[in-house]
């Protein structure tokens, strides 16, 4: 084999020669002689179209001898797509990348060639097949591949089953057929018995097609016209469960026509004072029923609340209001301390003397010097004799039932801190803005002061944890908390779901506007890093926007092994951005990525494979099953050693470098953190989700969603980290510890729907966390890589998974009331707004 030729006629790069085709085979090899050590991507063209790309990637020790070069990895194998090869001559030829002519020694005739070869281009294997039609409701037949060379008969050839153009199933033809053995010869496991399930109609009429999959040939008697019966009590049976299902969806749809009509019944937040008013007079009904039940009501447990309210110079009405609406109490046990920080308002020293007279459980204490508003905290709770401390601002007021309900809650319990709902109150009496709050949320709890009114604390912990500190003031109460959760338990925090404390919005409150406090941030900013010091953590903490919203971004404290688990069948194009961007956006270097292939056919996936697999961070596992999502990536673990997976869709694109780092930070930052979810986005820019909430009604719905990316969603929720019951396997991290305590995936009854809803709740159930990290953000083309629900079969799946998730779940806690989401949201597409008060 000489080179020559080629190097007399041009500048030489790349050299090489197409040395045979034998059927639908091409061989040969090539070089770049300017980078020899990567391999060469020749371009394939049959009648000058170019049909792939075969890579010079195989050993050719003679070439290299005779080039006297340093690598063998010169040659290249390619079999041509079976939807060229017709029998019929063609045009077959090789380029370079740059184009020119890959010289051909294919005609046999001794010369050198630079143009394409022509060729009969002749199948590597004949079929012969047959449908044999619907048994026993199963859709039957056979398939046997014959080499004509050899004239070997072969079983076991995959088949892809389309109802009405849809994608149906994909199976190996390997089941025994001893008749087709008899007849004509060969691999008696050539057949196939596919189940139709009786999710389609039965009296609708279907066309199905059957294809041999790596010829891309119909069976012989496919398409196939039916209605898939063959028994008429089978047809009604089928008829029958047809009508159930479309009753369950004409309810589903009924129940939104029936609320839509009751407009009298239906709230939200922007008509929040007309909620409040029915809403108050039920939980005055609550709380009378609750009294008959609760221990604590008996003569010898009668705890003393201490009521700690500061005041400098407060308007005298509202001021007040708020000690009548101390008095209007339904409990009696309680002291009001009254601290004048400073003595800067006769007014009120008069007031609260007319007070005292009448009622000796208000006192006043009048400090001489200003304190500020910790010093005059602490000056009240060192007066304070009760035995939990309830801390109280001085124009604000108290829902009647308010210490009622609180020490309710907590009669008979350890809880040592305990909070309730609140809102706000303007000048006009108008309540708005309600703050429904999460259970326990140490993770919200840093990023801003959620708890805030009312909080109530048992005296022994309040001065077991220490004074309020004025260099925190603005944020103390902030400080407090946090400083609580260094010593109490979380789950001696106890939340009440209750709108019990009405916030006034002044001119001059914080309530009003946040720039009336500004000093307030940047003091929230301290108290929040100034306790993950204390506590050993490393992370950089900032103001969002210059709110007392605040983020935190953990340093990474070690680098333990990551492995990111995709499934995908074909659609290349996607699959292949997905890691590629992987690849080159991820800062973080130890992970590997596991590619389940499930089954894929095209050609240019198998190129996909061969080419992204020569990276060190990937590899392939081949699974040829029915489409599992929780099997696919449950298998992907088996064997696995990584401390941390990440179960992603094809179909999440990231852009951050620092994605993987981010939320693998989040996950370390607890040891009883099980999971982490991210922020991600639709193309558009908008929000696909934020959380999941869960409940027997929708089973999951995804919070903010449709938000744009900036919007800080209620309460701070969709920029602020945070706790949550679950979040999509779109992208979630998942502690390999956890995941294997759990059982990983249900790939029994949850195969495509649910599975990570479920894993979720499994994983809380066992006392692991979940956390939304709005700092990890990607963008998904949600359910772009296996489609919708709107077939007939996918609709069947998706109520049978999620009736499973119903029964399944029925009596968990987390998910009868998401302790992350309040009772009284709508749990729809109106995520966050009111639905009726009862």
Sequence with gaps: MSTSQPAARRLIRFIGYFDSIEGSQLQGWACNLAALREPVKLHVLVDGQEVGIAICEQSRPDVQARLGITTSKLGFVFNIPQSVLDGKEHRVGLRFPDRSVVPSLAQHDGSIHEEDVLAFLKPRYVYESFLDGFKSGALCGWIQRIDPTSGERNGNCEISIFVDGVPFAQVHAKRFRGDVMKAIGGDPNCGFHVPIPQSFSADSVHTVRVVITNANIDVQGSPVTTSFVGHELEGRLLSLGKTADDLYREIISLRGKIADLLPDRKYGLDNYDKWAKIYFSQLKERVALSRQNVGYLSAENQPLVSIICPTY??????????????????????????????????????????????????????????????????????????????FFDHDDLLVDVAIEMMLQHACDTSAEVIYSDEDKIDVSGYLQEPHFKPDFDYRYLLGCNYICHLTMVRAETVRRVGDLRPRYDGAQDHDFLLRLTEIVPRNRFMHVPEILYHWRKTANSTATTLANKNYATEAGVRCVSDHLNRVGYDATVNAINGVTLYNVQWALPRSPHVSIIIPFRDQIETTGECVNRILEHTKYDNFDIVLVDNWSTEEKTAEF???????????????????????????????????????????????????????????????????????????????????????????????????????????????????VTAVTAAAVVVRAEAFREVGGFDEINLKIAYNDVDLCLKLREAGWRIIQCNNFKAVHYESFSRGGDETVEKRARLSAESQHMRDRWKDSQFYKCDPAYSRYFAIDQNYYDLINPE
């Design 609 to 723: 494979i061969r080419s992204i697999s020569r990276d060190p961070h990937v590899r392939i596992l081949s699974v040829k099953e029915q489409f599992n999502f929780s099997r696919l990536n449950n298998l992907a673990t088996i064997n696995n050693g990584a401390e941390f997976y990440v179960f992603m869709n094809n179909d999440l694109f990231v852009e951050d470098e620092n994605w993987l780092a981010i939320a693998l930070a989040e996950a370390l930052a607890g040891d009883d953190i099980g999971a982490v979810g991210g922020k991600f986005l639709y193309p558009s820019g908008r929000v696909q989700h934020a959380g999941v909430v869960v409940h027997p009604d929708t089973v999951a719905t995804h919070v903010h969603q449709g938000r744009s990316a900036e919007e800080y969603g209620y309460m701070g929720r969709a920029l602020v980290s945070h706790e």
């Design 313 to 390: 110079k407060p308007d005298i009405v509202d001021f007040m209001a708020a000690v009548d609406s101390v008095v209007a109490q339904t409990w009696s046990n309680w002291e009001l301390i009254v601290v004048d920080d400073g003595a800067k308002s006769l007014e009120v020293a008069v007031r609260v003397a007319e007070y005292s007279r009448t009622d000796p459980r208000i006192t006043l204490i009048r400090l001489k010097q200003n304190a500020g508003i910790s010093g005059a905290t602490n000056a009240g709770i060192k007066a304070a004799k009760g035995d939990w401390i309830l």
